[in-house]
């Protein structure tokens, strides 16, 4: 009929035989019953196809010649538009089928089992009449339905449930919805239908959420509700502005119990207790970061930041921190496995880092440093050296350079003693002298005070005098007397005896009464000429600690007076033959020491303000004055704050030197003067 031009007649009886015929089946499918309709219409819709196959092939010639060339729609395309227009969007099936899709996912949805097959086929059917028929037809209402049927479900949940189980349950519907786009929606769907749950399950209640009573965000942290954190994170991830939501709620109450943390007066009577109290808020944070928020770097400095924030609230942290690592390296290390010390330095080290006064606390490490050094009381070199590496690697040479320095101190005092005794061998048989040699500028300056020593221990001090002067040139010698140690052997009543290991300003005390029986306080003061404060310290230790008291003084009171007497204790007795006997000593600094300490840190300061900026204006040679501040101050951060009006004093003291010039017309200027 083509070849003989009758392709038009052809083609158009061809289009009013099969809208006459699909007229007929429109029919049939509208009188099917109840869940038939579905049925029926997925029958004849199977049956279309394979009639329009057949009918494609017989009219194959047609297809490819007539249809091209008169740029009509080719036979398959027209069966399914026909199928469209005659059938799908008939007036009685189109709104049935719409209802009855829905209500099948609706009943889905409570719970009811569904013949998921029939639905896959009947919403395939409408993908191939195009993806217009899909969307307008089936998607955009469902989208609707869904959305309604989600906003319901989330308010009947918010009202009963707590946060975890409500969160449990969002996160099954958003399974479920997912779940369901696999076996029988379009996968494009997928994006559409989790953007519905997430805002009406999600976005929509965030912050009553995470605010929830007794069930919200601040319970799971403080309960360490790993699994509903989690939860939380990846349903909240999912939506707009979800995880910003998280960290601030997480940041407020991190900082919050912090403060508590660090100003409550009764936390910070024991130091040690202090920082092991920061060290374990900071590994339950790390652990809900790693675990929960699936070690989201964002968390983790909100997390570093909150840290930062509190524990430079207390102006003691560094003195505290100091303080517990002397007492880990003191007693606290012990029998304790290398690769443990380091794991518990390098948690020191990450609080260091928070510190903004790093200076303060490079002070009060080195004198708790010298003390275990030269009281032999450090559990081990390698944890105190490896300890200074890591301050090395965060702040540079400069910072520990004179830790080091006391170490070499230590080792070279070794070397030291063993020339002497050589070089005196008679000296073999007395009392024993170990002498160590300290560099002025790497200790903590003490002020140098001497006392009277015994005529015993004076004249094997002057030997050791002319011996190291005899072999150093240029250098003196001054006693540290108030850092010494001594071990004395002592008799008692009944013959008991015991070594007593005691400070020198102790021993000077006891050798007194080798030649009295009793001695008043000034007598003691005078013969020795120890300073009043660490007399009274000295004789407090010897003769009001109970268990530790050697001597008995007259009247017997807590404190030690100006009119007291004091004897030995001749009925003084323990089970060990070695007795320590201690300076009665505050672990803490004094109101008066802290004041020093304070000062002596401010007077530091001043050096390195003056070089950072002349540092900073010989490379810019002209600067204004808010600049000045911000550069020095970005420059010692990593040592300390400078606090701007130091900067600004140590400006005016460069300027009267001649290092720097204020411009002549802008007042805030200044130059550098080569």
Request: charged fraction near 30%; glycine fraction near 4%.
């Amino acid at each position: 009929m083509v070849l003989h031009k009758f392709g038009e007649k052809l083609y158009s009886g061809l289009v009013a035989t099969m809208t006459a015929h699909l007229k007929e089946i429109s029919k049939s499918i509208e009188a099917a019953q109840g869940d038939l309709f579905l049925e029926e219409l997925n029958r004849k819709w199977n049956d279309h196809n394979k009639a329009l196959q057949m009918i494609r092939d017989i009219l194959m010639y047609m297809d490819r010649t007539y249809i091209p060339n008169t740029h009509k729609t080719p036979v398959h395309e027209l069966g399914l538009n026909l199928w469209r227009d005659n059938v799908i969007h008939s007036s009685k099936i189109q709104s049935r089928l719409l209802s009855m899709l829905l209500e099948l996912v609706h009943r889905e949805r409570t719970g009811e089992v569904i013949d998921r097959g029939l639905m896959r086929n009947i919403i395939k059917m409408l993908m191939d009449l195009g993806s217009s028929v899909y969307q307008e037809d089936f998607e955009k209402p469902f989208l609707e339905v869904s959305a309604e049927f989600y906003m319901g479900e989330s308010q009947k949940f918010i009202e009963c449930c707590d946060c975890g189980d409500y969160l449990k349950k969002a996160e099954v519907r958003l399974n479920e919805e997912i779940e369901r786009v696999t076996h029988y929606l379009d996968v494009k769907s997928e994006v559409k239908i989790t953007n519905v749950v997430e805002k009406e399950m999600i976005a929509n209640h965030m912050m009553r959420l995470v605010h929830m009573e007794n069930s919200g965000l601040v319970n799971m942290l403080l309960d360490d509700k790993y699994e509903d954190l989690g939860r939380m994170y990846n349903l909240f991830r999912r939506v707009p502005n979800g995880l910003p939501t998280i960290r601030d709620v997480m940041t407020s109450h991190l900082r919050e119990i912090g403060k508590q943390l660090v100003t409550d007066a009764e936390k910070l009577k024991d130091p040690v207790e202090f920082v092991q109290r920061l060290l374990d808020e900071k590994d339950k944070y790390d652990s809900i970061i790693s675990q929960a928020f699936s070690n989201d770097k964002t968390f983790q400095n909100a997390l570093n930041s909150s840290f930062e924030y509190f524990i430079n609230l207390n102006n003691r942290s560094p003195e505290f921190i100091s303080l517990f690592v002397d007492d880990k390296l003191r007693k606290g290390l012990k029998g304790v496995s290398e690769e443990d010390v380091e794991i518990i330095l390098d948690k020191v080290m990450m609080l260091f880092r928070y510190l903004q006064e790093k200076d303060v606390f490079e002070k009060y490490y080195k004198q708790h440093l010298a003390k275990r050094l030269l009281s032999g009381k450090t559990v081990s070199d390698d944890a105190e050296r490896s300890l200074i590496v890591k301050l090395k690697t965060e702040c540079g040479y400069q910072f520990t350079s004179k830790l080091e320095g006391m170490f070499t101190d230590m080792k070279t005092s070794q070397d030291t003693m063993q020339g002497f005794y050589a070089s005196h061998p008679e000296l073999t048989d007395g009392p024993t002298l170990v002498v160590q040699v300290l560099t002025t500028g790497s200790w903590p300056t003490q002020p140098s005070i001497t006392c009277n020593l015994p005529a015993e221990t004076s004249a094997l001090c002057e030997k050791f005098r002319s011996y190291y002067l005899g072999t150093h040139t240029g250098r003196r010698l001054s006693w540290q007397t108030n850092m010494g140690t001594a071990d004395i052997k002592a008799t008692f009543g009944k013959g008991q005896k015991h070594e007593l290991n005691v400070s020198t300003y102790q021993m000077c005390v006891l050798m007194l009464f080798n030649n009295a029986d009793r001695l008043s306080y000034k007598e003691v003061e005078q013969a020795t000429g120890i300073p009043a404060s660490d007399l009274k310290r000295c004789l407090q230790s010897m003769a009001c600690v109970k268990g530790k008291n050697v001597l008995r003084k007259e009247p017997m009171s807590k404190d030690i007076g100006e009119d007291d007497a004091f004897f030995v204790n001749d009925k003084f007795t323990s089970k060990f033959y070695k007795v320590k006997i201690g300076t009665v000593v505050a672990q803490k600094e004094s109101e008066p020491e802290k004041q020093e300490t304070r000062q002596r840190v401010e007077e530091d300061r001043k050096p390195q303000i003056e070089a950072a900026i002349v540092r900073i204006m010989k490379s810019r040679r002209v600067l204004d004055h808010n600049n000045i501040i911000a550069e020095v101050t970005k420059q010692l951060q990593s040592r300390f704050l400078a606090n701007p009006t130091e900067i600004k004093k140590r400006i005016e003291s460069l300027i009267e030197r001649d290092f720097l010039e204020r411009d002549n017309n802008d007042r805030k200027l200044y130059r550098y003067l080569a």
